[in-house]
């Protein structure tokens, strides 16, 4: 198993989030927030995960407070948030650092020293695509939409 499904996060509602039954699935890891210009990202991720669950593909939110403290919310108020907004139902984590000194041990992963694609974490919404077997296979910028197409051949080739 790789480090990735070794991680445990916990979800919106407090509940254990361990992300060993994603081994075998590809994954798009998103840091996301509810009062960004961006936030219309939901929607798309939302219309990805449902396109392509059902081959393996599953979509993790997880809210980060650290760009403009655009998720200022509780936990419960983003679930309420994305539901019904934007009608989410992939997984969504609680909150968590992506950047400095109290970085969550997964984007420690993702992009901290000696990742595959090292760096801070630029804004809400930026993407990781993670491998059936945990390898982080790519990196997409906060602009780049669900829809983009560079992005969608990325879950395809995953997905075999």
């Given at each position: 198993?790789?480090?990735?499904?070794?991680l445990?996060l916990r979800?919106?509602?407090?509940?254990e989030?361990p992300l060993?039954?994603?081994?075998?699935?590809?994954v798009?890891?998103?840091?996301?927030?509810?009062?960004c210009?961006l936030?219309?990202?939901?929607a798309g991720?939302?219309k990805l995960?449902?396109q392509?669950r059902?081959?393996?593909?599953?979509?993790?939110?997880?809210?980060?407070n650290?760009?403009a403290g655009?998720?200022p919310?509780?936990?419960?108020?983003i679930?309420?948030?994305?539901?019904?907004?934007y009608?989410?139902?992939?997984?969504?984590?609680s909150k968590l650092?992506?950047?400095g000194?109290?970085?969550?041990?997964?984007?420690?992963l993702?992009?901290?020293e000696g990742?595959e694609?090292p760096?801070d974490?630029?804004?809400?919404?930026?993407?990781?695509?993670?491998?059936?077997?945990g390898?982080?296979?790519a990196r997409?910028?906060p602009?780049?939409?669900?829809?983009?197409?560079?992005l969608?051949?990325?879950?395809?080739k995953?997905l075999?």
């Amino acid at each position: 198993m790789s480090a990735f499904h070794d991680l445990n996060l916990r979800a919106l509602d407090g509940q254990e989030l361990p992300l060993a039954p994603l081994k075998g699935q590809v994954v798009l890891v998103v840091n996301v927030a509810s009062k960004c210009g961006l936030t219309p990202q939901y929607a798309g991720l939302e219309k990805l995960y449902q396109q392509y669950r059902d081959r393996g593909f599953s979509v993790l939110g997880l809210p980060c407070n650290q760009f403009a403290g655009q998720e200022p919310g509780s936990e419960e108020e983003i679930r309420e948030f994305c539901e019904l907004n934007y009608g989410v139902s992939f997984p969504l984590g609680s909150k968590l650092e992506v950047n400095g000194p109290g970085r969550h041990p997964l984007y420690r992963l993702l992009a901290g020293e000696g990742a595959e694609f090292p760096g801070d974490i630029t804004w809400n919404f930026e993407k990781f695509l993670v491998g059936q077997d945990g390898r982080v296979l790519a990196r997409f910028s906060p602009r780049t939409l669900p829809e983009d197409p560079a992005l969608i051949q990325a879950i395809e080739k995953a997905l075999g």
